[in-house]
């Protein structure tokens, strides 16, 4: 097993630029959770999905901020524009059905100049 | 969500046994501990997570109090490796969704 798989695992961009994360989780997992950390603020929940579907998006900080599941094994994280204050590592995880357990990609690091 | 209180730091020697503290006394009948850990530049990893009693597994241990307002994680011999931020998290139970809402941590340093 892969694990989680996220793409890139480090995007430098300049602000106003449009970023796009992404994440294929674990096959046959039906939640879907991304995350951001940072020094000042550590480890927030952004946004999840169950199966394919947005659950709480009450994480995501503002309009500039999008996430789709097209279908179980994509998800993206789209900046449009991207600010400076977005730089952060961006996580993805997963979990199956009835599981307790969150499994989390490596991240990807992103720095906006 | 209930919250979790965890020292900031806490130091270990190698080959000794850790107890990582946490308190959660505002935590309801269905929430589920969970600990996960963060090595350096790595995402957070699974350790072990429990309901009412105490669970052991490969990586660690888990003590819930009797009136589960307070939980120990032991690591029974720590190593180098296992240097990282733990996080001590509550999830609700009653909802498939599994969301965690992650504190500060305590930073464990594993000296040699």
């Known amino acids: ?113 | 969500d209930a919250k979790t209180t965890q020292p900031n730091s806490m130091e270990s020697n190698e080959e000794e046994p850790v107890h990582l503290p946490c308190n959660h006394s505002t935590i309801s009948g269905t929430d589920y501990i969970h600990w996960y850990r963060q090595l350096p530049s790595q995402g957070p990893e699974y350790v072990i997570h429990g309901l009412t009693s105490n669970v052991n597994n490969r990586m660690a241990s888990l003590a819930i109090a009797e009136d589960r307002k307070s939980s120990t994680l032991i690591l029974h011999r720590a190593t180098l490796r296992d240097a990282a931020v733990y996080y001590c998290i509550l999830r609700r139970g009653g909802t498939s969704y599994g969301k965690l809402t992650f504190g500060q941590g305590t930073i464990l340093t594993v000296h040699p």
């Not at chain 1, 695992?9 to 989780?25: A, S, Y």
């Not at chain 1, 939640?31 to 020094?39: H, I, V």
């Not at chain 1, 995880?93 to 989390?104: D, I, K, V």
Request: aromatic share 10%.
């Open chain 1, 1 to 113: 097993d892969a694990g989680v798989i996220q793409s890139p695992r480090h995007e430098v961009t300049e602000m106003g630029q449009e970023v796009t994360l992404r994440c294929k989780p674990i096959s046959g997992h039906n939640s879907l959770f991304w995350y951001r950390q940072t020094m000042m603020r550590g480890l927030e929940l952004l946004i999840y999905f169950n199966n394919n579907v947005p659950i709480d998006d009450s994480g995501m900080p503002e309009d500039r901020f999008s996430a789709k599941m097209p279908n179980a094994s994509f998800s993206t994280l789209k900046i449009q524009p991207s600010e400076p204050r977005d730089s952060a590592v961006y996580f993805c995880a997963s979990r199956g059905q009835a599981q307790e357990t969150q499994y989390f990609g490596p991240g990807t690091r992103l720095l906006v100049l």
